[in-house]
């Protein structure tokens, strides 16, 4: 099994150009999730889903959209970029626990730098 | 709020020393707790997790237990190794987990 893997590993952009991050797991996880990691930030959440065809707001969303449409893939799109979008990006997916315990597998991240 | 704060690095040891990375939390309820590891150039990896109060997390040497009393999930190891040099993830769980900010360890020879 592949696990998580992201497309693309590195990607240079300019301010104003779109482009969309691939993620795809292999585990049949319900849920997914978009991270952004930033120098002392730690990792914040911009979106996830539940569910094939369900996403949800996280804490960073602007300047982000998501779509699900498949269950294992999960992508993330950035309309207009901006400098401030400079940033890693992970993927991560989970199984659902009813009773707790459902940690994330990630994947590799995504090294985005908007010029 | 929901929230996780962990201890600012960066962390110098030598090796075989001893280690320990404070986390707490708050939220509501008795969320699951975790550890995950971050190592150069890499996405992040699950290290422990605890479900429940009480419970002792454990891999690798490294151990973490869920104290509900502090509202804590303290990271140790007993004799850190210089493979150990990484960024380390405190997170709470629920729907999406919450991260604290990492601590970066760096172990000399």
């Known amino acids: 099994n592949a696990g998580v893997t992201q497309t693309p590993k590195f990607r240079v952009l300019k301010t104003g150009q779109s482009m969309t991050l691939l993620c ?4 049949n996880h319900e849920y997914m999730y978009w991270y952004r990691q930033d120098p002392g930030m730690g990792l914040r959440l911009i979106h996830y889903s539940v569910g094939e065809g369900t996403t949800a707001k996280g804490e960073v969303p602007d300047g982000y959209n998501v ?22 990006y992970f993927c991560a997916s989970s199984v659902i626990r009813t009773r707790g315990g459902n940690e994330q ?4 991240g995504t090294r985005l730098t908007v010029l | 709020g929901n929230s996780v704060t962990q201890m600012e690095g960066p962390v110098t040891l030598s090796e075989e020393a001893f280690l320990t990375i404070n986390c707490t939390y708050t939220a509501t309820g008795y969320p699951s707790l975790f550890w995950y590891v ?31 009393e502090t509202t804590s ?37």
């Open chain 2, 38 to 68: 971050q190592y150069p150039g890499e996405g992040l990896q699950l290290l422990l997790k605890a479900t429940k109060a009480d419970d002792k997390g454990s891999n690798k040497g490294f151990e973490a237990t869920y104290r509900k």
């Open chain 1, 24 to 27: 795809a797991q292999d585990m």
């Open chain 1, 67 to 88: 779509s699900r449409l498949k269950k294992q893939n999960f992508l993330l799109g950035l309309e207009s970029a901006a400098p401030s979008q400079t940033s890693v």
């Open chain 1, 105 to 108: 597998f990630f994947g590799p």
């Open chain 2, 73 to 109: 999930f303290h990271l140790e190891k007993g004799s850190v190794q210089v493979s150990d040099s990484a960024v380390y993830f405190c997170a709470r769980g629920g729907t999406a987990l919450i991260f604290g900010k990492g601590t970066t360890l760096s172990v000399s020879s």
